[in-house]
């Protein structure tokens, strides 16, 4: 009797051992591997019916986002457009001054260097500024890109060649810090640059955004660009900051860029 009991707990531990073995060996080969992955597409249009309660999870938030876009920043006292000139317009002139006001003391802390002028492009403007009050939105509207400002150094040579791809172009590229005049052969007449006669044989520091350094609107003078500093200050966010500090949005065609018939 003692043997078969001793039979009976022998086989007991062997099962334990064979239960143990298999459940390590089982764990072992149960690692997940994927297999495929698999998707499809879900139109959004006018069939799609809302789920109701991310509607209500998300309804705060977008209540919240919503407010903040549309509060008032400014006032515009008329229509401010990208087509109201030839050489330079409305918008384009308020995009280049922003730039140049928001973006020289942020160059100048970092680097111990002026900002010398602002060139952008008149197809990165978006949207007209409607005469009424300005808000964030108005901001998105205008500039919906993550376009940031950057500042290029130059020589006197490829501001040269900045300055016949502008007149070649023929378009109302914005700029600020510059007064370039044209006689009626399309000939540079007059140049200035911080108020002061264009000098070739000095470097200039001009602000644009990355889209244009990276080659877009054709603008490939700035592949010879010295050296290029990103301020990390989105183009947007400039316009946002500077509505917030003016009352009154005032810009006007004038003759920073023109010609003379």
Not at 129 to 143: C, D, L, P, Q
Not at 228 to 246: G, L, Q
Request: aromatic content about 10%; charged content about 25%.
């Amino acid at each position: 009797m003692a043997k078969l009991k001793h039979f009976e707990c022998l086989k007991i531990q062997h099962f334990v051992i064979f239960i143990t073995f298999v459940g390590v060996v089982s764990c072992h080969q149960s690692s997940s591997t994927l297999l495929k992955i698999s998707g499809k597409q879900v139109v959004v249009d006018s069939t799609y019916v809302p789920v109701d309660s991310i509607s209500e999870y998300i309804l705060p938030y977008h209540e919240h986002v919503e407010s903040v876009l549309d509060s008032t920043l400014a006032y515009a006292p008329w229509d401010i457009s990208k087509v109201d000139g030839t050489y330079n317009t409305s918008a384009g002139n308020l995009m280049a001054d922003i730039i140049l006001k928001q973006a020289a003391p942020i160059f100048k802390s970092r680097s111990g260097k002026d900002l010398d002028f602002v060139l952008l492009n008149h197809g990165g403007i978006r949207s007209n500024i409607s005469k009424g009050n300005v808000s964030a939105r108005t901001a998105f509207e205008v500039m919906p890109f993550e376009n940031s400002t950057v500042v290029v150094e130059l020589t006197g040579k490829s501001v040269k060649e900045m300055l016949a791809y502008l007149i070649k172009s023929k378009r109302a590229h914005p700029v600020a810090g510059i007064q370039l005049v044209l006689d009626k052969d399309d000939r540079i007449q007059s140049l200035k640059i911080g108020g002061k006669p264009f000098d070739e044989n000095r470097n200039y520091y001009v602000a644009t955004s990355d889209y244009l350094v990276s080659g877009g609107d054709n603008m490939v003078f700035f592949k010879d660009a010295l050296e290029v500093t990103d301020i990390d200050y989105k183009i947007r966010s400039a316009m946002i900051d500077y509505f917030t500090k003016v009352d009154t949005l005032s810009p006007k065609v004038d003759l920073r860029y023109y010609k003379v018939e």
